[in-house]
């Protein structure tokens, strides 16, 4: 499975972190596995809810949870934040 190395901004928690994650999946897929991952990671500044959303952090723009991560372009060193 190829995966790529993101950064992804957590703004609840004031932290960055950097992650794997696979280029095949979709956004929605990656989305649940982050916020369960960062929930455990951000000592109760964050908890993950069905809202959660993840965005290209250089545009702002929302990343449409049924597309795969390769479609968004999404590669080493790109930047998302988790809100």
């Known amino acids: 499975m190829s995966k790529v190395l993101v950064e992804v901004t957590l703004p609840a928690a004031g932290r960055a972190y950097d ?3 696979p280029l095949e999946s979709k956004i929605g897929e990656v989305l649940r596995l982050l916020s369960g991952i960062l929930t455990d990671l951000a000592n109760d500044k964050y ?28 590669k080493n060193g790109s930047r998302l934040l988790l809100i």
């Open 19 to 21: 992650v794997y994650i």
């Open 47 to 74: 908890k993950a809810t069905d809202c959660d959303l993840l965005c290209d952090a250089d545009t702002g723009a929302i990343l449409d949870v049924d597309k795969i991560v390769a479609e968004l372009g999404i």
